[in-house]
């Protein structure tokens, strides 16, 4: 695992944003894994910046976000679909059929998981996988458990989230109670992985996850595991 320490948030998402550029010019067709989340918001933005400024061209990239809220449409400003248009699709040079999500208005909720799946396998997988962790150390959205989930899933989403989502919502009762997930296995498939934490308040899980036992419990702690990770923290 390589660990970056970061001086603050702004060189965080500086050096995520360079990693992520280096990537999509070393393989213009790179399959990129995006995460949503506060923590990746300043990622996007440099590279919204780095496609303005220095042309970075995403033009033959394809994308597959980590999640989606479950019964919850595209149109809807919480919608992670929504997010990603705000933050960087809009603002960058990708097609539109690039660029994939979980459809959280999905009928069939177990069909769409394996279609999810399915989709980015014939992609070719994930050549780099973006990262922030949840509070209780969940990825994607794979929650402490007494197992780590394989595949893409049909997630219930803890307590311990529904509070940290309901920043975002007038009321708790608003915030989605399930969502669709990568699993950790679909996660760690990818061929490489760039984890960003950020805040003090990260500091015990970030520990954890990278230090401590490996263990469902913890779930990004699977990544010690994985042979390709770069870890960047700016954590206090
Ligand atoms: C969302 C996702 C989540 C977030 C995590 C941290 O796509 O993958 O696992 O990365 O909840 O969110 P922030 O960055 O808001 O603390």
Redesign the pocket.
Known sequence: MNVIYAKNYQELSEKAALLIGGQVIRKPDSVLGF??????IGTYQELVRLHRESGLDFSRTVTF???EYFDCPISDTNS?HYFMHDHLFNHINIKKESVHLPDGMAKDAQAECERYEKMIAEAGGVDLQL????HNG????NEPDDHFVLNTQHITLTDS?IN?NSRFYKNREDVPKTALSMGIGTIMKAKQILMVISGTDKKVIAEKALFGPVTPQVPASILQFHQNVTVILAID
């Open positions: 995460a949503t989340g506060s923590t990746p976000n980590l999640d992670y990262l922030g962790i949840g969940h990825i994607g959205f989230t940290a």
